[in-house]
């Protein structure tokens, strides 16, 4: 039974997507929700139909407002993809949705570079211990050029960058990108739905080389192991430079830069691989810590232990009021009752949903590590704890009550 446990909870992502207003977080999100199946159309920022932008208000100002999370499936793994305002005016907002989450891509314009917002949101993402990777976007534009964007995550973040692509073609004609662990070639087609997988163009082999060279040495300078292991070796193999890439992230010790453009869908698969195979999944994350009479009390991600969770937004919808949860450990099933220990009440789990973009799925259960939404609960509020009746905990200390988001 724990196997299997710990296979599922090994296989999930929480993820967030951090960026500066303009750089491409919704598209991104779009696109991602597209990649995977979640959704079948593609809607575009500026008719006003993606699928994480529901709320009106948010339609109208043209800024991801409220917090949603989205799950989708990207190759044997579940991704729940936390929305993160992008904007400084939900400051709080964002604090929350980092504490909800495991890992985060930062999206940066391939032509600004990191701009004040994505050095704010990244200092709060420092704060919370949360690993990242970086996305440059929006290398189709006039004026981008992926070593400028990465020199000024070097400069003004100070992690080390680790750039595993070199992209081929700028600007309009930007095409593709070589892979710099498998030393392939990816180029998409007009549409950015087919992606051909081949050679590395031989105009382009010699630069792909020394770039490779250079990822190797920077991921050798800040891993030991690594360094040992490629000492030993005439080549270093892709799987040991992906080992070495995953430490590194979750570490925080280094960032892997990947660069697309989501609005001509180039780019996005790489990313969720890299999603996949770098960031952290609940089982390697620290365990989270509460408080229990006045006493730091930690509960590790696992189903057979007491039921602890973090209600992170709250929207009252057609569906009814939906309390999102990040369950932290134990298991918890519809009817079960739940004390929410910030508002000093015991309730009843109504039913339990794992929200798809526009539709839901109903669950028997959730289990610690997972991201679902509930209805039939009457007093969470986002930043409450809810927990199991005989195991009182509180997550976060009782701060100003968020609203109620509408979104019916
Ligand atoms: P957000 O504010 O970070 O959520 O950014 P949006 O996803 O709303 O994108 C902001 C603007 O940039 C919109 O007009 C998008 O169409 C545009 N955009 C997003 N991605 C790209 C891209 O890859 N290339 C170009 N040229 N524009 C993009």
Redesign the pocket.
């Known amino acids: 039974m724990r196997n299997h446990l710990d296979r599922h909870l090994a296989a999930v992502r929480n993820l967030g997507i951090l960026?500066?207003?303009?750089?491409?977080?919704?598209?991104?999100t779009e696109r991602i929700l597209y990649a995977t199946g979640t959704t079948h159309k593609r809607g575009?920022?500026?008719d006003g139909t993606t699928v994480t932008d529901f709320d009106p208000q948010e339609r109208d100002r043209g800024?991801?407002i409220f917090a949603a999370a989205v799950s989708c499936a990207w190759d044997g793994h579940r991704v729940n993809l936390i929305d993160t305002p992008?904007h400084v005016d939900f400051a709080d907002e964002v604090e929350r949705a980092l504490r909800v989450l495991d890992g985060a891509v930062a999206?940066f314009d391939a032509v600004a570079g990191v701009e004040p917002q994505s050095e704010s949101v990244w200092r709060q993402a420092d704060r919370h211990g949360v690993p990242r990777i970086a996305f440059v976007?929006?290398?189709?534009?006039a004026g981008a050029d992926l070593d400028t964007a990465v020199a000024s995550i070097r400069a003004r973040l100070h992690p080390a960058p680790l750039v595993v692509q070199l992209p081929i073609g700028t600007e309009g004609a930007f095409t593709g990108v070589v892979d710099l662990l498998s030393m392939r070639a990816l180029i998409w087609d007009d549409g950015g739905e087919a992606a051909v997988d081949g050679p590395v163009p031989e105009e382009l082999r010699e630069e792909a080389l020394r770039r490779r060279r250079l990822l190797e040495e920077a991921v050798a300078e800040r891993h030991p192991a690594a360094l040992e292991e490629f000492c030993d070796r005439e080549t270093v193999s892709a799987a040991t430079l992906a080992a070495a890439l995953r430490d590194l992230t979750r570490t925080g010790d280094g960032v892997v830069v990947l660069c697309?453009?989501?609005?001509?869908n180039r780019g996005i698969e790489p990313l969720l691989d890299a999603v996949v195979a770098y960031l952290p999944s609940p089982l390697d994350v620290p365990a989270v810590c509460g408080m229990h009479d006045g006493v730091d009390e930690q509960r590790p991600a696992d189903p057979t232990a007491p039921f602890a969770a973090l209600a992170f937004k709250v929207s009252a919808t057609s569906t009814g009021r939906l309390t999102y949860l990040r369950v932290y450990s134990g298991t918890i099933g519809k009817g079960d009752a739940v004390r929410d220990t910030s508002a000093g009440r015991t309730e009843r789990i109504g039913r339990i949903l794992r929200v798809q973009a526009d539709r839901h799925t109903q669950l028997e259960h959730a289990v610690a590590g997972d991201i679902v939404a509930v209805v039939g609960l009457k007093s969470a509020r986002p930043g409450s704890t809810l927990c199991a009746p005989d195991a009182p905990l509180v997550l976060e200390p009782p701060g100003v009550a968020d609203p109620v988001v509408s979104v019916a």
Not at 260 to 264: E, I, L
């Open positions: 960026a500066h207003v303009d750089a491409g977080k919704t598209t991104v575009e920022v500026h800024i991801t992008g999206v976007n929006k290398m189709d534009r697309g453009s989501a609005y001509r």
